[in-house]
């Protein structure tokens, strides 16, 4: 389609050549008049689009308008909830009695920033703002309960704290806070630039249904004007009315800024969208809050009204924040008016965590002084400041807010509904285009747009009343309708110039195919195959080209002219057809002729090269290639390149004729080759011969090293070359030339075969070397292993070592040969390396034998010992024995002891006999020395003796039976001696 914007459908579309005409419309319906109006642009020079900013300036600059304001000393009308150490909260700004406007409360103001604790101290401002009943107090008092312990990480232990105690709140509809609030304890903090006292600050919400828009503004604008730090307080989530209040309110604070003369560096310091009972799972805090104020303050580039809240946002406040935080719990949502007081087990942990770390971000980590111009603020200059901000809301200097909210209104609806428009001409180029459509299809394409366009209309953000924005909803649907007739008017005058296009795209199609079959065919005869492919070609490329060329035109039209195309065609192949025929006729006639010279030329050639010698097979086949070359050179003298088809069929006939010549040469050439072949034959028989001779000669039937075979095979070949020679004198040098490349091959294969016998001569003599080194390495093992059960002492096993190990070198080296060399030394070095392995083993099987020796000898020791001690005791059991014959009893023991030790040690462990004869030479000491104790006690046993022979005697004498006196003297002596013997035992 044609660009929507070159017609006028209606009068809305003329503010495109004036920019500020929406501007001049919005502030005529707000009273102003046009003349009035344009002057306030040039002299404030505010920008050309509508938005409440460029508004606020010309109602600023135009209006005379005022709200009446008063400082007065009125009691408050709700009273706040006393806490503990006479705190309170007092109401420095509040509603008049009469309702009318809001007055400063002066007294309060200045008893509460003219204390000495205060007065001289840089202060802090701690704002809440927000609409009604959405927690703004309640939050404000687990701050306070913050503040209050110093700060301190465990504020949460006591459970039993009463949240309700600090600024008044309770649960209801009905709006609790009226006017603005301070805490009056003053939270004294010390930061790097020294002391800062930290007020809070509570404030009525806003839209409570009794409040007016002006007083909402006033309100919040004051609030964000006198805090350093603005919470805004927002349930659930950041929408665009939120954006644009916000907007409204902060330029309404901006206007008083101005006015009190306070310029200098951005009007605002610290925002924070605080979104209560937030419903993105598992991202509360501040992380979750910057990621969604990324989102919310992000814009697309053609969203201008957009675009121009977020930039007032950010131009306006130095530092913008937002936290999330989750639900606080069922009891504090369903709490009813009369409720009992709520402690901190009613609040739900999570909440309260989530409100510990707001609070240690903003009253640790991020503490903000209030400053004017960069400057801090006391306590007494804040008072001058607040007295200033309501001197200017007093003095009339402040529009009407509600008129610049009606005209919001009225210009974001005249500003979507131009947009929707353009969104509506734009859609409708893009998807009909810049030609006819069929008229369904336009009608069709019409509905979907304005379905699309009026959905999109009820989802953008609005201002306004619903019938208000019903109506310009229906204004939009009208404007649409007409914007679609003009553009069936367009439609319908396009379809005639259409027509006349596609008949000029029909008459280049024509040309085109005409100009293809004339360029295809070069102007000679094509063959029947390749010209029916190229009509085909022609054809196709003519229509894809027509269709091509009026694809955007309406098909019905298209179908009928091509069909007209299709008929042209037709005929312009039939013409061509006959005109073909006959060139093919005259291009035969040319083509026999050629063939038969390519024939001859192809003879002549073979004749001259090959001349009755016998070529290589590779020359010989060279010869042909070059030949056939030269005589389809010839024949293609005539070639006609539109032929393809046709041409190669005659190429491969004439190629095929040039092959059957060739084999004719192929016989001739191969009879000379089998001649010459038959003598290279009996010469290479010969040079084999000689070769094999002197290999066997130099070489013999063993290994040669490589050196030793390199020399003989130059030399057995030198020796065979030595035929060659004697041939190239009688047959010539090319004959010479061949058997020397024949030659070449030959002995190569021949060093081959050489080689791998020389190999296996190789393995044979390493298998010998193995077999001599396992040979000698059974020898040394069988000698060294004679007294592997046998104690040897160390020297005599190492001198054993010694001569087993020449012994078993001796069996390795007896071989006659000793290459290859390298393998010889190798297993040589590998056998002692075995039989040092063999000795350490014997070394360490001798010392084990060591070990058992030492202990049967220890045992040997100890029985010898045992048997002398016994032997000893029985000499001298209770009775003495002379000291030369226990002296002469002990050495013949000792010695029979020792010899006897030596006989079955071998001699091998004189520690152990030395051991041995010390411990005889003890025993007999001890026993000497107890014999020597007997002696003294041998005439007792004497006496005892003597009195057991007279007692046997009288016994003998006095108790046989009565007899003769020689009888009882008998029996007397009898019993005298057997009494002496007794007693002396």
């Known amino acids: 389609m044609e660009n929507l914007d070159d017609y006028q459908f209606s009068d809305d579309d003329s503010n495109d050549n004036n920019p500020y005409q929406n501007l001049v419309e919005v502030m005529k319906s707000m009273g102003y008049s046009e003349e009035k109006t344009r002057r306030g642009i040039e002299e404030t020079g505010v920008s050309s689009n509508v938005s409440d900013l460029s508004i606020a300036l ?125 805490w009056t304890e003053p939270f004294e903090v010390q930061t790097k630039e020294g002391s800062l006292v930290i007020f809070l600050m509570d404030t009525q919400g806003t839209f409570d249904h009794e409040t007016s828009i002006k007083g909402c503004s006033w309100i919040f604008a004051l609030s964000t004007l006198i805090s350093s730090v603005q919470i805004f307080n927002i349930m659930r989530q950041i929408n665009e009315s939120h954006l644009q209040h916000l907007q409204l309110f902060t330029e309404y604070g901006k206007m008083a800024r101005k006015n009190s003369h306070n310029q200098g560096g951005k009007d605002f310091q610290h925002l924070m969208f605080l979104v209560r009972d937030s419903f993105i799972p598992n991202k509360f805090g501040l992380e979750g809050g910057r990621d969604t104020l990324d989102r919310v303050l992000q814009v697309k580039q053609d969203h201008g009204e957009l675009r121009s809240v977020r930039q007032h946002i950010r131009q306006s406040f130095e530092k913008v924040d937002c936290c999330l935080l989750p639900k606080p719990g069922d009891k504090v949502e369903v709490r009813e008016p009369q409720s009992p007081t709520l402690t901190m087990q009613d609040v739900s942990q999570q909440f309260l965590v989530e409100v510990g770390k707001l609070a240690q971000y903003l009253f640790k980590d991020n503490l903000s002084a209030k400053r004017v111009n960069g400057c801090k603020v006391t306590g007494g200059d804040l008072i001058n400041l607040i007295i200033a901000y309501c001197r200017v809301f007093e003095s009339g200097n402040m529009p009407d807010i509600q008129p610049i909210l009606e005209a919001s209104a009225k210009a974001g609806i005249l500003t979507l509904i131009q947009q929707c428009k353009s969104d509506y001409k734009e859609t409708m180029e893009q998807m009909c285009g810049p030609n006819y459509v069929e008229a369904g299809f336009l009608r069709e394409v019409h509905e979907i747009c304005k379905e699309g366009i009026l959905i999109n209309f009820d989802h953008k953000p609005k201002l306004g009343e619903p019938s208000f924005i019903a109506q310009n909803k229906q204004v939009l649907s009208d404007q649409l309708d007409q914007i679609y007739d003009t553009v069936k008017q367009i439609n319908n005058a396009k379809k005639e110039q259409m027509r006349s296009s596609i008949r000029d795209e029909l008459v280049k199609a024509e040309e085109i195919f005409s100009s293809s079959l004339q360029e295809l065919s070069g102007g000679i005869f094509v063959n029947e195959s390749v010209f029916n492919c190229i009509c085909q070609d022609s054809k196709r490329m003519a229509m894809q080209t027509f269709s091509d060329s009026t694809k955007t035109f309406d098909q019905d039209l298209v179908e009928e002219y091509k069909t007209r195309l299709r008929e042209h065609l037709k005929n312009s192949s039939q013409r061509f057809s006959e005109t073909n025929r006959l060139r093919k006729i005259e291009f035969e006639r040319k083509l026999t002729n050629v063939t038969v010279d390519a024939k001859k030329v192809y003879a002549n050639l073979m004749e001259q090269k090959c001349d009755g010698k016998y070529l290589e097979s590779s020359i010989f086949e060279k010869v042909h290639q070059e030949s056939m070359q030269t005589a389809l050179n010839k024949f293609e003298g005539c070639h006609n390149p539109n032929l393809i088809l046709h041409w190669e069929e005659k190429r491969s006939e004439v190629a095929a004729e040039l092959h059957q010549l060739k084999q004719r040469y192929e016989e001739d050439n191969d009879t000379n080759r089998k001649l010459i072949n038959g003598q290279i034959l009996n010469t290479m028989s010969n040079v084999k011969e000689i070769y094999n001779k002197q290999m066997d000669k130099e070489c013999g039937s063993s290994y040669a090293t490589m050196d030793r075979f390199k020399r003989a095979h130059e030399m057995s070949k030198k020796q065979a070359a030595t035929i060659i020679r004697s041939v190239e004198i009688e047959k010539g040098k090319l004959f010479a030339d061949k058997c020397r490349a024949e030659m070449e091959n030959i002995l190569c294969s021949e060093k081959q075969k050489r080689e791998a016998k020389n190999e296996n001569y190789k393995a044979a003599a390493i298998d010998e070397f193995k077999s001599r080194a396992n040979l000698a390495l059974k020898t040394y093992r069988q000698n060294i292993e004679e007294n592997k059960n046998v104690y040897v002492i160390d020297g005599n096993l190492e001198t054993n070592h010694q001569r087993f190990r020449l012994e078993a070198l001796r069996v390795y080296t007896s071989m006659n040969f000793v290459e290859p060399k390298r393998e010889y030394e190798e297993i040589l070095e590998e056998l002692k390396t075995d039989i040092s392995t063999q000795y350490e083993l014997g070394q360490q099987r001798n010392l084990e034998n060591k070990q058992f020796a030492e202990e049967k000898a220890e045992q040997l020791h100890q029985e010898l010992k045992a048997g002398y001690m016994t032997h000893m005791q029985q000499l001298c059991d209770a009775k003495y024995v002379e000291p030369d014959a226990l002296a002469a009893e002990h050495k013949r023991i000792k010695r029979l002891i020792l010899d006897r030790f030596q006989q079955q040690t071998g001699g091998l462990f004189p520690a152990i006999t030395n051991k041995c004869s010390n411990e005889i030479e003890e025993i007999y000491r001890t026993v000497k020395t107890n014999n020597e104790k007997i002696k003294p006690s041998v005439f007792r046993k004497v006496g005892k003796a003597l009195l057991g022979g007279a007692v046997g005697a009288l016994g003998g004498f006095f108790l046989p039976p009565p007899g003769s006196t020689i009888f009882r003297f008998v029996t007397a002596t009898v019993g005298g001696v057997i009494g002496f013997i007794n007693n002396w035992s």
């Open 58 to 182: 010309l109602c600023e600059h135009l209006s005379d308008e005022t709200m009446p304001l008063s400082v007065a000393d009125t009691t408050c009308l709700v009273p706040p909830t006393e806490s503990s150490n006479d705190y309170k909260a007092v109401q420095i700004f509040r509603p008049k009695p009469n309702k009318s406007g809001y007055e400063l409360n002066q007294n309060e103001l200045e008893k509460l920033f003219s204390h000495p604790d205060v007065i001289n101290k840089p202060v802090a401002i701690y704002s809440l703002a927000g609409t009604m009943r959405q927690g703004k107090s309640f939050l404000l008092n687990l701050f306070l309960r913050y503040l209050q312990s110093k700060r301190s990480n465990n504020w949460l232990q006591n459970k039993s704290y009463v949240i309700n105690k600090g600024f008044g709140w309770r649960g209801g509809e009905d709006k609790c806070t009226e006017g603005i609030w301070i």
